[in-house]
Structures are given as structure tokens and as C-alpha cells.
T-cell receptor, first 113, second 114 residues
Framework: AQSVTQLDSHVSVSEGTPVLLRCNYSSSYSPSLFWYVQHPNKGLQLLLKYTSAATLVKGINGFEAEFKKSETSFHLTKPSAHMSDAAEYFC???????????FGAGTRLAVHP | EAQVTQNPRYLITVTGKKLTVTCSQNMNHEYMSWYRQDPGLGLRQIYY???????DKGDVPEGYKVSRKEKRNFPLILESPSPNQTSLYFC?????????????FGPGTRLTVT
């Protein structure tokens, strides 16, 4: 069975400092992994996706994630936080079948001036 | 513009009063799905559809119905809403392909059942 664990429910950083949002997954298959972002009162937007090609995946707005099979992790990073990055972030695994997505519980990122 | 639309965006209703939340996509996607989002639980799948007239239960289908009579539309029906269905609902669509496929999400419908 597939599952996703986001290790922090809240992360707070200062503007200009690095961001690290942690995600571990469990999958019986070779997984497909995603990070989605949800800004307040908005829908979900895809940040990046891992497709079994390069293990370091670059996404929009300067975010990156690295797939580490040995650690079953897919952590999201950004070198320098911006105020506009404040949002909720979801780590998602594709559950082996064609389109089913399994969501983590979410990490709320706060960015302080 | 490629998009998924949902209506209404906000709805307050009373227990037992049937309601429908509409979902429409203009990308000719085969796959459509409904999720509910609750604090601390992320998004959980309610129902999905792989194509016209093909629907199946997700992880939390109790109390919900869906239909897929046209490719672009996938309404969510609550025959007798209850307070535990108070939630934020998202519709999503994607191509129906094996492998990695991005899902496109609607803006959400915030439902309150009193």
C-alpha cells in the first residue's frame, strides 16, 4: 500500500533563509511523487513531479526536491524563502494505478519578515 | 484557458437538504475525481471516473453520489447532507494514461452543513 508522511505540520522561516519541507513515502511500486502548493483560499497548484528520470527535480518558483530511494524521502527545498511562499504544501504519491493520488497531511509554511 | 471550474464556491445548507456541486473541465480529460480536504488529513478521494459512464468509489465515498454522463462534467451529489460532511471539496481532472500524469484542480467548494 502507498502512504505519505509529512514530518512537520508547521514550518516557520525568516524571509531570505532556506526552506526544507520533509516528506517520506511508502510504496509497493516504483513511485511517482509530487509536491502541490495551496495558497490561502486557492486551489492546488503543482510545484514539481518526480517521474523516475532525474532524482533532483526542479519546480516552479525556485523549489526543488530530491528523490532518495534508500531513505524513501522526497524533501522539498528552496534556497531563499520569499513572503509569497507562505502557503500549505502537500507531498503526494501516485498509488501504482493510473491516476489515484495519496496526499500527505500537509505542511503549513509561514515566512516572517 | 485550460481550467477546472466548480460551483458554487461557498455553500451553507441544513441537514438533509439535497445538494449538488458541479464540476466542469475544458481539457477533454478522461479522468475526473472528487476530494475532500479536512484539517490534518490532507485530501482524501471520494469518487473518481475514468471516462463517461465509468465511476468508482475512492477512500471516503459514504454519503456521496456522482455521475458522469458527459466527458466534461462530473457533479458531486449529497442526497442527505450531514454535519460531518462540512468540508472543503476539490474536483480534479487529468488524462487517463499509465504513468505520471498531472492532475488539475478546481478552486474548491467550501460546504457547511448545519
Amino acid at each position: 500500500a502507498q502512504s505519505v508522511t509529512q514530518l512537520d505540520s508547521h514550518v516557520s522561516v525568516s524571509e531570505g533563509t532556506p526552506v526544507l519541507l520533509r516528506c517520506n513515502y511508502s510504496s509497493s511500486y516504483s513511485p511517482s511523487l509530487f509536491w502541490y502548493v495551496q495558497h490561502p483560499n486557492k486551489g492546488l497548484q503543482l510545484l514539481l513531479k518526480y517521474t523516475s528520470a532525474a532524482t533532483l527535480v526542479k519546480g516552479i518558483n525556485g523549489f526543488e526536491a530530491e528523490f532518495k530511494k534508500s531513505e524513501t524521502s522526497f524533501h522539498l527545498t528552496k534556497p531563499s524563502a520569499h513572503m509569497s511562499d507562505a502557503a500549505e504544501y502537500f507531498c503526494v504519491v501516485s498509488a501504482g494505478g493510473y491516476n489515484k493520488l495519496i496526499f500527505g497531511a500537509g505542511t503549513r509554511l509561514a515566512v516572517h519578515p | 484557458e485550460a481550467q477546472v471550474t466548480q460551483n458554487p464556491r461557498y455553500l451553507i445548507t441544513v441537514t438533509g437538504k439535497k445538494l449538488t456541486v458541479t464540476c466542469s473541465q475544458n481539457m477533454n480529460h478522461e479522468y475526473m475525481s472528487w476530494y475532500r480536504q479536512d484539517p490534518g488529513l490532507g485530501l482524501r478521494q471520494i469518487y473518481y471516473s475514468m471516462n463517461v459512464e465509468v465511476t468508482d468509489k475512492g477512500d471516503v465515498p459514504e454519503g456521496y453520489k456522482v455521475s458522469r454522463k458527459e466527458k466534461r462534467n462530473f457533479p458531486l451529489i449529497l442526497e442527505s447532507p450531514s454535519p460531518n460532511q462540512t468540508s472543503l471539496y476539490f474536483c480534479a481532472s487529468s488524462l487517463h494514461l499509465a504513468g505520471v500524469v498531472e492532475q488539475y484542480f478546481g478552486p474548491g467548494t467550501r460546504l457547511t452543513v448545519t
